[in-house]
């Protein structure tokens, strides 16, 4: 059973930084892609980045290109979310998901995903 675990949510001012982390335990088998959604109250759960295992790739929604970044480290098996110039509308609960399927279809829907993590809460404020 794959059990992620992320890591690093809190409270900032706008304009600062986070960085999320999280770690998939529990699969020998590296996840061919590793995402970050995320759901603000009263909103439907959405995609903000992915990256894929190889070749190496990186996937971002349009209004956090520029500001966030994503990154794997294959060897720990972990993803990490660098969010830069954070806004208050970047307020949300963040999703880690991990998908282990190589015939993955699109990797901005959630379905795609097999394995999600718990959450962790993301408030920046004005």
Do not use: H
């Not at 020998?28 to 959604?37: D, G, H, L, N, S």
């Amino acid at each position: 059973q794959v059990v992620l675990v992320e890591s690093g949510g809190g409270l900032v001012q706008a304009g600062g930084s986070l960085t999320l982390s999280c770690a998939a335990t529990g699969r020998i088998f590296k996840p061919e892609t590793m995402a970050w959604f995320r759901q603000a109250p009263g909103k439907e759960r959405e995609f903000v980045a992915a990256a894929d295992e190889s070749p190496i790739r990186t996937y971002y929604e349009d209004a956090v290109k520029g500001r966030f970044i994503i990154s794997r480290d294959i060897a720990k098996n972990t993803v990490d979310l660098q969010m830069n110039g954070l806004k208050p509308e970047d307020t949300a609960v963040y999703y880690c998901a991990a998908n282990y399927n190589p015939l993955l279809v699109d990797r901005r829907k959630m379905a795609t995903y097999e394995y999600w993590g718990q959450g962790t809460q993301v408030t920046v404020s004005s």
